[in-house]
């Protein structure tokens, strides 16, 4: 993790266990969930409600599901979910597709920031002139 000490780890502070994971493996967790935090971070933290579920461990049916609430308007829901069958990958997995979500939630909710939006200025351009 890169965070200074005075830099709060939202992931730590709002990350609540479900079935399926122990309480000892909290900061394993957290570990591999950490690069998640730097696209929450753009969040007050009290806007943000992790929770990660493990449902069938170690068996055929094994699903680790990451959901993450954040609290604005529309409240945003997001989910991401695996099947593999390392924990470790599956915890990987499940943080990728939730960073690739909060990021497209942060395009839908920024328009500034969506380029498609705009008018080209070869477009603009192009039609100056012509008769």
Known sequence: MN???DEPNVIADRLHLATGFLA?????V????????SRLRSF????????ISLK???GTGQRVTLECWISRTPRLH????????ELAVALNEVRNDLIRQVDDAKT????????????????????????
């Open 24 to 28: 000892s493996e909290r900061d394993w």
């Open 30 to 37: 957290i570990g591999r969930l950490g690069a998640l935090g």
């Open 56 to 58: 069938d461990r170690h």
């Open 78 to 85: 997001l989910v991401s979910t695996s099947t593999a069958r």
């Open 3 to 5: 965070e200074t000490p």
């Open 108 to 131: 839908r909710t920024e328009p500034r920031n969506n380029h498609a939006r705009r008018t080209p200025h070869h477009v603009a351009d192009n039609s100056v002139g012509e008769e």
């Open 44 to 51: 007050p933290g009290t806007e943000i409600d992790l929770e």
